[in-house]
């Protein structure tokens, strides 16, 4: 019998035949260079077969089988010695059964700790402190709030000025009309389907860049200020950590979907029951804030994100809203200058900046808009950070650099 013939028979595959014949499991003729499955080869793989429902291993199966093929099983010892083989299974079994029903009840009484409470989750709106800092990025005025309905927190209404800018308010969150038709990117940073993608050693690195966010912004005065954070949709740092920084601080948080605001207002709420947060859906970073109202910005990759999909940088636009005594904390990814990653860029993202994931790039744009470096530190790389960095080119270095800024004197 031939082995294709032999494997069907058994509902294995030709590979485990030969593979069991290197073990020694299966011992058959050979004719030329073609093996033939004999008598003793069905009666083995029979055998094989019984015994790997019992759950031994291979190892132990070619012990048994050894000692089966030495003594045929002719008397009772050697009959007791295989029975107790079983025996010893089966308490291995029994043990690992144990063990399994603990697991299982461990899992269960986890999972009811940890899951959500049955009772109706009430979302936030845009805090009222936030109404004497909302601007038409077009005038720099105040915008006019009309149709509101507030419950503690204003939940919808809408925002105009004379200028014809509007904005809606959609179940708190603010919706301006500088939108991607769709989203640039495949899907957002929380969704479970992307986390699976992205490389294990690019999220070890982008944890470490939370560390070093958070290490860094417990040590600035945040008393009483205005921190924002754009490009959520692609990374989000804050919401890891902001339940332990200032109390007395004011967050908004801006990004072009939708769907990953509501996901990083639900983590928000689970950590601080009623954050002083304005969540604002925009694409191009012309928010809807008060000029020169923003104290710190985090740049959570935003520079490589945005200016990925736009010529400008992003502190270009948004200089507006800082001021003379503004910080900057943030992260920014490049590749050495000769990587062929970076050629990649130009030719599938056409609209990018012309120097975005350069080594120089980060430092060369926060100096031409007033602004200097005066932190940093290269916290690592990755040379495969996985399918959703489509410009990749395989070990290759994505260097990650994390810098503190301010305004130069």
Not at 51 to 77: A, C, G, M, P, W
Not at 157 to 176: H, K
Not at 186 to 202: A, G, Q, W
Request: charged share 20%.
């Amino acid at each position: 019998m031939k082995i294709g013939t032999f494997a069907k028979l058994f509902h294995v595959t030709t590979d485990t035949v030969r593979y069991y014949i290197e073990l020694g499991l299966l011992i058959p003729d050979k004719k030329n260079t073609q093996y033939q499955m004999n008598q003793l080869c069905l009666d083995d793989m029979a055998f094989i077969t019984e015994l790997k429902k019992f759950y031994f291993s291979l190892l132990e199966i070619q012990q048994i089988l050894s000692y089966q093929r030495v003594t045929n099983f002719s008397d009772h010892e050697d009959i007791d010695y295989y029975n107790n083989f079983l025996i010893d299974k089966k308490n291995q079994l029994t043990k690992k059964k144990e063990d399994i029903s603990k697991a299982i009840q461990l899992i269960e009484k986890a999972v009811q700790t940890n899951s959500p409470s049955s009772k109706e989750e009430n979302f936030t709106g845009v805090p009222l402190s936030f109404v004497n800092l909302l601007y038409c990025p077009k005038c720099h005025i105040p915008l006019e709030m009309k149709d509101v309905t507030i419950k503690v927190y204003i939940q919808t209404g809408s925002l105009t000025c004379t200028c014809g800018y509007e904005a809606a308010i959609e179940e708190g969150i603010i919706i301006t009309g500088n939108l991607y038709e769709t989203s640039p990117y495949p899907s957002y940073f929380y969704d479970k389907e992307t986390i699976k993608e992205i490389n294990p050693n690019m999220i070890n690195l982008f944890e470490k860049s939370n560390f070093w966010f958070q290490k860094v912004l417990q040590n600035v005065d945040l008393k009483n200020k205005l921190i924002v954070e754009t490009n959520v949709d692609a990374f989000v740092s804050l919401p890891k950590y902001i339940d332990v920084l200032e109390t007395s601080a004011s967050y908004v948080f801006s990004g072009y979907s939708l769907a990953m605001l509501k996901k990083v207002r639900k983590r928000i709420e689970r950590m601080i029951p009623k954050p002083n947060v304005l969540y604002i859906l925009n694409s191009d970073l012309n928010l809807p804030l008060k000029p020169l109202s923003i104290d710190v910005f985090v740049d959570s990759f935003t520079a490589n994100d945005f200016s990925l999909l736009n010529p400008q940088f992003p502190i270009h636009i948004l200089k507006n809203y800082l001021h003379s005594s503004s910080t900057i904390v943030g992260g920014y990814s490049y590749y050495d200058s000769s990587a062929k990653s970076l050629k990649n860029i130009s030719a599938l993202y056409p609209f990018s900046h012309e120097h975005i994931l350069y080594p120089k790039y980060i430092e060369e744009n926060i100096s031409v808009n007033g602004y200097q470096i005066t932190q940093s530190e290269n916290i690592g790389y990755c040379t495969d950070p996985g399918p959703f960095f489509d410009y990749h080119v395989i070990d290759e270095k994505f260097h990650m650099l994390m810098y503190l800024a301010s305004t130069k004197k």
